[in-house]
């Protein structure tokens, strides 16, 4: 079975603190994707990764950075957390164009006072 | 830009019913996919159903089917026989099969499955 794992379940920070978010996944997938998920907005795409080093912006990319220095690893920066950006954040990873479905990590509820 | 609407924010049927939740889509493309994604309280998302356009047959997983009517872009979830275990936050989400193959959701509908 895919496996994609998300450093913390919840997290508290404080307005200003810079902000990593880890998201590993151990099936060799090309694609990675971190959303924010809000209730009544449904996901909203942040960010995404094709390869290692790569990487583009999607929706709402703004206060966000990510990095993703190794293939199974993509990171989430908040550069200066803001209460705006208190939401649920969710990592995704898929195979490459061969294959359609998202495999979802189980979610950071991050809390930003 | 796609968008996709959920016009139900919550639901809620007894167990062993047949329930129906509403997705409609706007697009300007003719091949892409569409998907139903099931999230259970405190777990992780998982993929229920998936449609490609270019097929005309409805889709199906057991309990779970569509209704796909792409010249109204309406695609709606229909799960018979519900059980305890489907209660949970349904998104419905598009896919252009080709580039960055981005998924884009709807806002969620909260189904609730009562004993």
């Known amino acids: 079975d895919v496996k994609v794992t998300q450093s913390s379940r919840y997290l508290v920070k404080r307005t200003g603190e810079k902000v990593f978010l880890e998201c590993v996944q151990d099936m060799d997938h090309e694609n990675m994707f971190w959303y924010r998920q809000d209730p009544g907005l449904g996901l909203r795409l942040i960010y995404f990764?094709?390869?290692?080093?790569?990487?583009e912006k999607g929706d709402i990319p703004e206060g966000y950075s990510v990095s993703r220095e190794k293939k199974e690893r993509f990171s989430l920066i908040l550069e200066s957390a803001s209460t705006n950006q208190t939401s649920m954040y969710l990592c995704a990873s898929k195979v490459g164009d061969s294959s359609y479905e998202q495999y979802f990590g189980p979610g950071t509820r991050l809390t930003v006072t | 830009a796609q968008t996709v609407t959920q016009s139900q924010p919550e639901m809620s049927v007894q167990e062993a019913e047949t329930v129906t939740l509403s997705c409609t889509y706007d697009t300007s493309e003719n091949n892409y996919y569409l998907f139903w994604y099931k999230q259970p309280p405190s777990r992780q998302m998982i993929l229920v159903i998936r449609?490609?356009?270019?097929?005309?047959q409805n889709a199906t997983e057991n309990r779970f089917s569509v209704n796909f009517q792409k010249a109204a872009k309406s695609f709606s979830l229909k799960i018979s026989d519900s059980q305890l275990g489907d209660t949970a936050m349904y998104f419905c989400?598009?896919?252009?099969?080709?580039?960055?193959?981005?998924?884009?959701f709807g806002q969620g509908t909260r189904l609730t499955i009562n004993p």
């Open positions: 990764s094709y390869d290692v080093k790569m990487k």
């Open positions: 449609q490609e356009a270019y097929k005309q």
């Open positions: 989400a598009f896919m252009k099969p080709q580039g960055a193959q981005k998924l884009v």
